[in-house]
């Protein structure tokens, strides 16, 4: 996916005709999408491009918050913001305190922990994309752990199974 479409800055892109929207054309187009049983965005591509994306404005460099347009070329981002999006597809119909709950507890969280620029996934990302090094992890020792898909009690004379 590329951040120009036919020429076109997709990144600094203004909202066609969603600014110009009444809540009330809103409230309807998406009850003509087949309300709670659909989502209203197909994917999270889609709820960050066309809604979240305006609600987080690219922060001015020196503010110490760092993005990056490849957002979905972080894993961490990529999790993080599917999450924000599912909650926003589930709280969207709560009339009395969705929105609320959405913004205090999964999107403001999420977004201090994306954009902050020495812990977040983008904070190599300032000068343009950088790839995220994965934690580094050692084989650990035979039989320290099991597949605990398994049936029965797994634990079930484990040296290590706490009674």
């Given at each position: ?11 600094n892109?203004?909202?066609?005709d969603?600014?110009?929207k009444?809540t ?9 999408r087949d309300?709670?049983a659909r989502l209203f ?8 491009t ?18 990056c347009?490849?957002?979905?070329r972080?894993?961490?981002?990529l999790s993080?913001?599917?999450?924000v999006?599912?909650?926003?597809e589930?709280?969207?119909f709560?009339?009395?305190?969705g929105m ?15 954009l902050?620029?020495a ?5 190599k ?15 650990p020792?035979?039989g320290?752990?099991f ?8 634990l079930?004379?484990?040296?290590l199974?706490?009674?």
């Amino acid at each position: 996916m590329s951040n120009t479409d036919e020429g076109k800055d997709t990144v600094n892109a203004q909202p066609d005709d969603d600014a110009n929207k009444s809540t009330n054309e809103i409230l309807e187009e998406e009850k003509a999408r087949d309300g709670s049983a659909r989502l209203f965005y197909g994917n999270v591509n889609e709820f960050v491009t066309d809604r979240l994306r305006y609600l987080y404005p690219l922060p001015p460099a020196g503010s110490g918050w760092a993005w990056c347009a490849e957002w979905y070329r972080h894993a961490q981002a990529l999790s993080r913001l599917d999450s924000v999006w599912r909650a926003w597809e589930n709280l969207r119909f709560d009339a009395a305190l969705g929105m609320s709950a959405w913004w205090i507890h999964h999107a403001d969280p999420m977004m201090r922990a994306l954009l902050d620029p020495a812990t977040g996934p983008f904070a190599k990302c300032i000068g343009g994309h950088r790839s995220d090094e994965p934690l580094p992890v050692m084989e650990p020792p035979s039989g320290l752990f099991f597949d605990q898909r398994t049936q029965g009690d797994p634990l079930a004379g484990h040296p290590l199974a706490l009674d």
